[in-house]
T-cell receptor
């Protein structure tokens, strides 16, 4: 039973457009949410995080939105670039406690030139 | 270079053999983790360590052993490899209240 669901296994977007990746979770006690990016044959790399006291966090082209009532997390990439093509994982857990992170299965994003 | 390195990158072993996956980090992070990644599952925590000589089980520890005699190293040993342990293994480290930093993984095949 997946506690963290990324319902879209893949997403294809044109270069310059917005990419929206989604993640749903079931545990309302989670207070820390992260997105990681993974290229083939590499490990996941941290992208952006948000705590439950916020509903939005921005870092350059990347914005994470948190809707606590809907238990929904999304990552917006604007504008999308071909180098953004990767697998994106969401993870949820508790601040200061990385050993309790629950990971989604990932969404493979393809940004087409 | 600073970072976290895993070795080997690829390993093929036979059922019943003992195999050790190595992980080394140069940041002096307190926390280190071992995950496995399998189709249909998110990353699952095998073991973690909060400091040298302090280790604890994660979600899927059976069949694995870890040690951490030095802060920078966190080897993972499969005592008697089984086919179900065929997977991609990721080591990660983190400072307190900081995100995980992952190595590039070890792809292990047990025949």
């Amino acid at each position: 039973d997946q506690q963290v669901k990324q319902n879209s296994p893949s997403l294809s977007v044109q270069e310059g457009r917005i990419s929206i990746l989604n993640c749903d979770y079931t545990n309302s006690m989670f207070d820390y949410f992260l997105w990681y990016k993974k290229y083939p044959a590499e490990g996941p790399t941290f992208l952006i995080s948000i705590s439950s006291i916020k509903d939005k966090n921005e870092d350059g082209r990347f914005t994470v939105f948190l809707n606590k009532s809907a238990k929904h997390l999304s990552l917006h990439i604007v504008p999308s670039q071909p180098g953004d093509s990767a697998v994106y994982f969401c993870a949820e857990g508790y601040a200061g406690n990385n050993r309790k992170l629950i990971w989604g299965l990932g969404t493979s994003l393809a940004v087409n030139p | 270079d600073a970072g976290i390195t895993q070795s080997p990158r690829y390993k093929i072993t036979e059922t019943g053999r003992q195999v050790t996956l190595m992980c080394h980090q140069t940041w002096s992070h307190s926390y280190m983790f071992w995950y496995r990644q399998d189709l249909g599952h998110g990353l699952r925590l095998i073991y973690y360590s909060a400091a040298a000589d302090i280790t604890d089980k994660g979600e899927v520890p059976d069949g694995y052993v870890v040690s951490r005699s030095k802060t920078e190293n966190f080897p993972l040993t499969l005592e008697s490899a089984t086919r179900s342990q065929t997977s991609v293994y990721f080591c990660a480290s983190s400072a307190i209240n900081s995100p995980l930093h992952f190595g590039n993984g070890t792809r292990l095949t047990v025949t």
